[in-house]
Nanobody, 120 residues
Framework: QVQLVESGGGSVQAGGSLRLSCAASGLTFSSYTMGWFRQAPGKEREFVATITWSTGFTYYSDSVKGRFTISRDNAKNTVYLQMNSLKPEDTAVYYC?????????????WGQGTQVTVSS
């Protein structure tokens, strides 16, 4: 049974930082591209960042590029999202995903999400 468990969400003031973690189990983590998505109230889920399984290549949405960093530790079966210079518009539920698709919001597996709230 595959499980993706996010942690690290919370409330922070604009300009602050948070680091999200996603611990994976039940899959060969090192063979999966991993990603982060987010969904704000009343909006559709959107792509945030992804990191490949083979080369560790990273890709970001324009809205977070330069502020967020995705990384992974295959020994710990964990993917991270370091979020700096947070803005109120970053407020959303953040979801971890295994093997996300490149052009649609879909993935083999999803976590349950963790809430990030940024106040101005």
């Amino acid at each position: 049974q595959v499980q993706l468990v996010e942690s690290g969400g919370g409330s922070v003031q604009a300009g602050g930082s948070l680091r999200l973690s996603c611990a994976a189990s039940g899959l060969t983590f090192s063979s999966y591209t991993m990603g982060w998505f987010r969904q704000a109230p009343g909006k559709e889920r959107e792509f945030v960042a992804t990191i490949t399984w083979s080369t560790g290549f990273t890709y970001y949405s324009d809205s977070v590029k330069g502020r967020f960093t995705i990384s992974r530790d295959n020994a710990k079966n964990t993917v991270y999202l370091q979020m700096n210079s947070l803005k109120p518009e970053d407020t959303a539920v953040y979801y971890c995903a295994a093997n996300p698709r490149s052009r649609v919001v879909a993935a083999d597996y999803w976590g349950q999400g963790t809430q990030v709230t940024v106040s101005s």
